[in-house]
Each structure stands twice: as C-alpha cells, then as structure tokens.
T-cell receptor
Framework: AQSVTQLDSQVPVFEEAPVELRCNYSSSVSVYLFWYVQYPNQGLQLLLKYLSGSTLVKGINGFEAEFNKSQTSFHLRKPSVHISDTAEYFCAVSDRSSGTYKYIFGTGTRLKVLA | EAGVAQSPRYKIIEKRQSVAFWCNPISGHATLYWYQQILGQGPKLLIQFQNNGVVDDSQLPKDRFSAERLKGVDSTLKIQPAKLEDSAVYLC???????????????FGPGTRLTVL
C-alpha cells in the first residue's frame, strides 16, 4: 500500500532564508508526485508535480522539488522565503498503474516564515 | 475560468442531525472527488466519480455518508446522522478527463468546514 511521510509537522524559518520541506513515500509501483499549498481557509493549490522526465521540477512561487527514486523522496525547496509563503504544505502520491489516480496525502508541514 | 465551487463554506450542527454539502466542478471536468480533512491531517479521499459513476468509494463510511452526481456535473455529499468525529473540512476537487484518460492535476474548491457539537 502507498503511504506518504512528512516528517516535519512545523518548520519555522526567517524571511529570505532557504527552506526544505521533506517528503518520503512508500510504493511498490511507479508513482506521480505532487506538492500542494493550503493558505488559511482556502482549498489546496498545486505548487508542482513530477510525472516523468527530469527529476528536478520547478513550480510556482519559486519553489522546486527533486525526485529521488533510490531514496523514495520528493523534498520541496525554496532558496529564499517570503512572509507570504506562510501556509500548510502537503505532499501527495498517485499510483500510476491504478487508473483512478487516487491521491494519498501526507499529514502536512506548516511553514511559518518569521520577520 | 471559474474554479471549483462549494457551499456552504461553514456549517454547525448537533450530533445526530443531517447535513449536505454541494460542489460544482470546473466546467468540462468529468472526474470529481470528495475529501475529508480532519484538523492536523492531510485530506483523505472519500469518493471519486467519473461522470455520474462511482470509481472509488472504498473509504466512504457508507452507513452514514452518501454522495451522488446524478447528471455528471455537480455533486452532493450527505452525512446522516452526523457524529462528533465528522467535524472536519470537506473538500471537493475535479480533474480533466479526455478520451478516457484522467489528467493528474486536481483542482480544489475552498472547502466546507463542518463542526458537529
């Protein structure tokens, strides 16, 4: 069965500092990988996705993630964060073979950017 | 392009009462999902529709939850009767399906925050 682990429930970081949010997944089949962001009282918005090809994926708002198959990881990074990046970030995995493309979400990482 | 619409945005009910949530997906999106997001957790898929057919409802508590998408467009999720543990945000999402292929990006609505007292 698939699972997603986001080890850090909260990550405080100062403005303009770099940040990495960690995501590890468990799956016996090929997967698609996603990062979503959720601002307070809003739905989820796609940041970036890995479907195939280059393992370094660039997304919106200056975020990027690297797919590492051997370590089953898909960590999210940003070289310089802004106050507006304060939000909850969710990693998700989708089974490529299931046909239903069901998402399994991690428990989320709350990014708090400090002035 | 209009996004996924959900109503109501907030709902407070007593336990054992009934409640219904409505979702209108992005125009043309054949696949619709309902998720439950309990505080401090990631969203959990309750049910997935393709057009008006159910693709996956393996995690839907069928003794109290029901969902329908009669005309393959908007959808309603119902809880009857509600329990305290049903307090959560209920998210609706949709994705494009073309020639039978489900495209992977899911677009989410703002959610309905349910409080059961």
């Amino acid at each position: 069965a698939q699972s997603v682990t986001q080890l850090d429930s909260q990550v405080p970081v100062f403005e303009e500092a770099p940040v990495e949010l960690r995501c590890n997944y468990s799956s016996s089949v090929s997967v698609y990988l996603f990062w979503y962001v959720q601002y307070p009282n809003q739905g989820l918005q796609l940041l970036l996705k890995y479907l195939s090809g280059s393992t370094l994926v660039k997304g919106i708002n200056g975020f990027e993630a690297e797919f590492n198959k051997s370590q089953t990881s898909f960590h999210l990074r940003k070289p310089s964060v802004h106050i507006s990046d304060t939000a909850e970030y969710f990693c998700a995995v989708s089974d490529r073979s299931s046909g239903t493309y069901k998402y399994i979400f991690g428990t989320g990482t709350r990014l708090k950017v400090l002035a | 392009e209009a996004g996924v619409a959900q109503s109501p945005r907030y709902k407070i009910i007593e336990k054992r009462q009934s409640v219904a949530f409505w979702c209108n997906p992005i125009s043309g999106h054949a696949t619709l999902y309902w998720y439950q997001q309990i505080l401090g957790q990631g969203p959990k898929l309750l049910i997935q529709f393709q057009n008006n057919g159910v693709v996956d409802d393996s995690q839907l508590p069928k003794d109290r939850f029901s969902a329908e998408r009669l005309k393959g467009v908007d959808s309603t999720l119902k809880i009857q009767p509600a329990k305290l543990e049903d307090s959560a945000v209920y998210l609706c999402a949709s994705s494009l399906t073309y020639s039978g292929v489900v495209y992977n990006e899911q677009f989410f609505g703002p959610g309905t925050r349910l409080t059961v007292l």
